[in-house]
């Protein structure tokens, strides 16, 4: 967008909030510049007002809502407001990344992490709905008052099966905990430090400005396995915002306007008949026969699905010991394709191979539907929105012993990037691109208008989900990149409190992509509620 164009936005929601800096003759900003002074070239980070000393977030003040607005200093923007606010509490905010990161919990068990945000929040005057969606791990915070009403979605569960260490190299788990075996493989303990610290710099502007609005932050859990988002969006807790804010944890720095996968998450529960295994064979009916032919007939339909499709399983229960015919046993599917109707299919053939098996086994088979996350729909408006606040700010700026932490995590990963941290930023794509992976985040995009993007916290070229990231988010690489997502966030947010432009140009897309997609519908039985646990 044109600079002139940008500024006459800002100006616009200024004068809309009341908020009029008068300095000598009408001192005009353009991209956080005063006119007549060199603005910053993309990928180049605004001049701020030396931060303060870092400190805790302050008190929230009864009186503050009730304040009188105030104009910004002048030279300063809401922008720069912002990333002084978040550069005087990075200490505070590494802090909350490093207890996230040192608690690490799987979905729907996140207590720590969901209550450290919300305390969060809390503390600075936002009001905090805990257990909403019939999920005790999940939150929604507001601020303010009225319309626009801007979310900012955040995510804090780990991942099974991973180490956890600050260490450049792989190694075994020894955390002396045996019932916990988490690791942030995934840098969620940043993602939801950073969307509530763009949160907290963002309604600090709005509150002593006088910004009309409402902010948001989204307590979500269990995104890595579709759960949070999706059964916040069926309670229609996302249905009055006029925008969304995401972003996520990645290898470079690069916003996301992009469609993604679709997953289903399902559970094929198997029973049969217990009997010795050698004594009395001919008396059992084996439920993990029933799995195993499953997992077979699944893996010969492979050849006859699109291309682009994925099919995952794990054995979450086979039986007690081999000399028990397996009475029970359970198998754990993700079925993902490019849009919801591949997916629907895929469905179909599967449930008829799980009756199949359960026919070849003599068992039943019952079929427990977890989930259903829908390919995401871009916004081009957000993300050109978020492309002008993360090239005013740049990409992280990894110094030397960054630098050479990553280089020594690339040591098993195969031909690795050259440079071993990313520190630009990617030019906006013309047309969506496509994400091989799935999120919850698309059933918010169906919802409401959405946008996010990914920032450098972790190894160039490191695979997702690896220990590599684990290394990363638990240290300096990936808290840099948690402190740009923030600013990033926090400006984008007070754009559209300040821009009712943006914020129309935002729905007019969405709704004309809405318009012209086949728009996808749950295969999850109507009023089903979050499951108690994963697991």
């Known amino acids: 967008m044109p600079a002139v164009m940008h500024d006459q936005r800002l100006r616009a929601g200024l004068r809309v909030a009341r908020v009029v800096v008068l300095v000598a003759a009408s001192l005009t900003l353009v991209h956080g510049v005063p006119v007549g002074a060199a603005a910053p070239t993309a990928g180049t980070p605004a001049k701020a007002a030396t931060p303060s000393p870092a400190k805790a977030p302050a008190t929230p003040n009864s009186k503050a809502a009730a304040t009188p607005a105030k104009a910004p200093a002048p030279g300063k923007t809401p922008y720069s407001l912002s990333d002084s606010w978040i550069a005087s509490h990075a200490d505070t905010l590494r802090a909350v990344n490093h207890r996230i990161w040192g608690h690490p919990e799987v979905g729907l068990a996140e207590r720590y992490g969901s209550a450290e945000l919300a305390t969060l929040l809390e503390r600075d005057g936002f009001k905090v709905q805990r257990g909403v969606a019939g999920m005790p791990t999940a939150f929604v915070a507001s601020a303010g008052s009225g319309h626009p009403v801007i979310g900012i979605l955040a995510e804090f569960d780990a991942l099974p099966g991973m180490n956890?260490?600050?260490?450049?190299?792989?190694?075994?788990?020894?955390?002396?905990?045996?019932?916990?075996?988490?690791?942030?493989?995934?840098?969620?303990?940043?993602?939801?430090?950073?969307?509530?610290?763009?949160?907290l710099a963002a309604w600090s502007v709005a509150r002593s400005s006088g910004l009309p609005g409402t902010i948001r932050v989204y307590g979500t859990p269990a995104e890595e396995t579709g759960i949070g988002k999706v059964y916040m969006a069926r309670a229609g807790l996302f249905d009055d915002l006029d925008a969304a804010l995401h972003w996520h944890a990645g290898d470079k720095t690069q916003v996301s306007f992009a469609t993604s996968k679709v997953v289903i998450s399902v559970k094929y529960h198997f029973d049969g008949t217990a009997a010795h295994a050698s004594m009395s064979p001919q008396a059992g009916k084996s439920a993990l026969d029933g799995v195993e032919l499953m997992n077979v007939g699944t893996n010969f339909l492979r050849e006859h699905l699109p291309e682009d499709s994925r099919i995952h399983y794990v054995i979450t229960d086979g039986g007690g010991q081999p000399n028990v015919v397996p009475p029970e046993a359970e198998v754990w599917y993700y079925l993902r394709?490019?849009?919801?109707?591949?997916?629907?299919?895929?469905?179909?053939?599967?449930?008829?191979?799980?009756?199949g098996a359960a026919l070849m086994s003599g068992t039943k088979v019952t079929e427990h539907l977890q989930s259903d996350s829908f390919e995401m729909l871009p916004n081009r408006p957000l993300s050109e929105l978020l492309q002008r606040q993360v090239e005013r700010i740049g990409g992280p700026?990894?110094?030397?012993?960054?630098?050479?932490?990553?280089?020594?995590?690339?040591?098993?990963?195969?031909?690795?990037?050259a440079d071993p941290l990313f520190m630009g930023v990617v030019p906006l794509a013309d047309k969506p691109w496509h994400i091989k992976a799935s999120t919850d985040v698309g059933n918010v995009s169906w919802a409401v208008p959405t946008g996010g993007l990914n920032v450098a916290s972790y190894t160039n070229g490191a695979p997702g989900h690896s220990w590599q990231i684990v290394a990363c988010t638990g240290g300096p690489i990936g808290e840099k990149g948690m402190l740009v997502a923030a600013r990033t966030l926090a400006g984008a947010t007070l754009e559209l409190l300040t821009s009712p432009t943006a914020v129309a140009e935002a729905r007019r897309d969405f709704e004309k992509r809405k318009a012209s997609t086949p728009n996808p519908v749950?295969?999850?039985p109507a009023g089903q509620t979050a499951p108690v646990a994963i697991r």
Do not use: M, W, Y
């Not at 260490?167 to 969307?195: L, M, Q």
């Not at 394709?337 to 009756?355: G, N």
């Not at 700026?397 to 990037?417: G, I, M, N």
């Open 164 to 199: 956890q260490a600050v260490v450049p190299e792989r190694r075994k788990r020894d955390n002396g905990d045996a019932t916990n075996d988490a690791g942030h493989a995934c840098g969620h303990s940043i993602f939801g430090t950073a969307s509530a610290g763009a949160a």
């Open 337 to 355: 394709a490019d849009t919801h109707a591949d997916a629907e299919r895929i469905l179909t053939r599967v449930r008829e191979i799980s009756q």
């Open 397 to 417: 700026r990894f110094d030397d012993a960054d630098r050479a932490f990553a280089k020594q995590t690339q040591s098993d990963l195969v031909d690795p990037p």
């Open 522 to 524: 749950s295969v999850l």
